[in-house]
């Protein structure tokens, strides 16, 4: 008897029974949840070749952010509110975790020119993913060498050694170890006291939430070439089937993604939360990472499945 999504209680999100799936080798984990900010963006001023409309059309919804910031940070300093969010940067897109709520307070806290706040909680969240990357996927590492000299600790404060663990677990996506170290610098320098960071504090919490983008964007982002998505799938992110037991997928990505097919479609639940819909059963063909990549790139829209698809096909069958 062949086991299908149908069978499974949560479907393509029944993590548990997914190695059980006859179609299992045709399908990848979609990963679906973000978070991004491109407020910045809409701030700034319109391009010079720009026609006359798309100038008015920019124009006004640069005012409804303004608006919009007013009414989060109030109008008193709202010169300094929009010049900080400009320079500040669009926040990167990165899936949904434990660091997005706190990411989001420390850019904030910048915003409205509390920048030792801002620079404080800048270092702190570097340090905190440090420790969550750690903590969190230690066990899966006890053959390690460095496995002893983590197991026993609760936290560390000591970013080189956290790094070259992470580093040599292979954990850390392509050039993160140095924004970290970098970070770590700030942070020694700026937490610890130093009358010079008075002179600087401005520029040091921007540079350090700077730095704490291009982590959360590189470690937890979509589009920065990480080593566990399937390359070619423009607009949507599939880990690599071989990427699938590899423990920082496996602990922060997987759990946040869909089990599909390339033929799946997505809908807006009642609640305001999307949600996969894929056909029950693809048959037995295996597809190799390329080869999915290939049938996502190439799908016909008209094949992509829908809600009534899947109801018409509900109904076919009764």
């Keep these: 008897m062949r086991t299908t999504i149908a069978d499974l209680i949560s479907g393509t ?19 679906f949840s973000f978070d991004f900010d491109s407020t910045p963006i809409n701030l700034e001023d319109p391009e010079e070749h720009w026609d006359e409309q ?4 920019y124009a006004k919804n640069r005012a409804q952010e303004v608006e ?10 709202i010169e300094m509110v929009i010049k900080n969010t400009i320079d500040l940067g669009p926040k990167s897109m990165s899936f949904l975790s434990y660091h997005n709520a706190l990411h989001e307070q420390a850019r904030r806290s910048f915003v409205t020119g509390a920048y030792y706040p801002a620079l404080v909680a800048a270092c702190a969240l570097g340090e905190r993913i440090l420790n969550h990357l750690v903590l969190d996927l230690r066990d899966s590492f006890k053959a390690s060498p460095h496995y002893k000299k983590v197991y026993r600790k609760d936290s560390f404060d ?5 790094v ?13 170890e140095a924004d970290f170290l970098a970070l770590g610098d700030l942070r020694n320098r700026s937490i610890h006291f130093n009358p010079d960071t008075y002179q600087s504090l401005r520029g040091d919490a921007l540079t350090a939430l700077h730095r704490l983008d ?3 964007a590189k470690q937890f982002g979509y589009f920065g070439r990480q080593p566990w998505f399937i390359e070619n799938t423009p607009g949507a992110q599939f880990i690599k089937r071989d990427y699938e037991t590899h423990p920082f997928v496996r602990i922060y990505i997987i759990p ?3 089990f599909v097919g390339p033929l799946y479609g997505m809908e807006l639940t009642p609640e305001g939360h999307w949600q996969h819909l894929d056909h029950a059963d693809y048959g037995g063909e295996g597809l190799t990472d390329e080869a999915f990549a290939t049938r996502v790139r190439e799908r016909n829209s008209k094949n992509v499945v829908t809600r009534e698809m899947i109801e018409q096909n509900r109904k076919s069958a009764g």
């Design 256 to 258: 946040r993604s869909g």
């Design 13 to 31: 999100y029944d993590y548990d029974g997914h190695s059980r799936l006859a179609d299992r080798g045709f399908r990848r984990y979609h990963t």
């Design 164 to 176: 070259t663990v992470l580093t040599d677990w292979e954990v850390l996506a392509n050039g993160v």
């Design 54 to 57: 798309a100038k008015n059309n």
């Design 158 to 162: 000591y970013w080189p050694l956290a």
């Design 214 to 216: 291009k982590i959360i």
């Design 68 to 77: 919009r910031l007013k009414l989060e940070h109030g109008g008193r300093h």
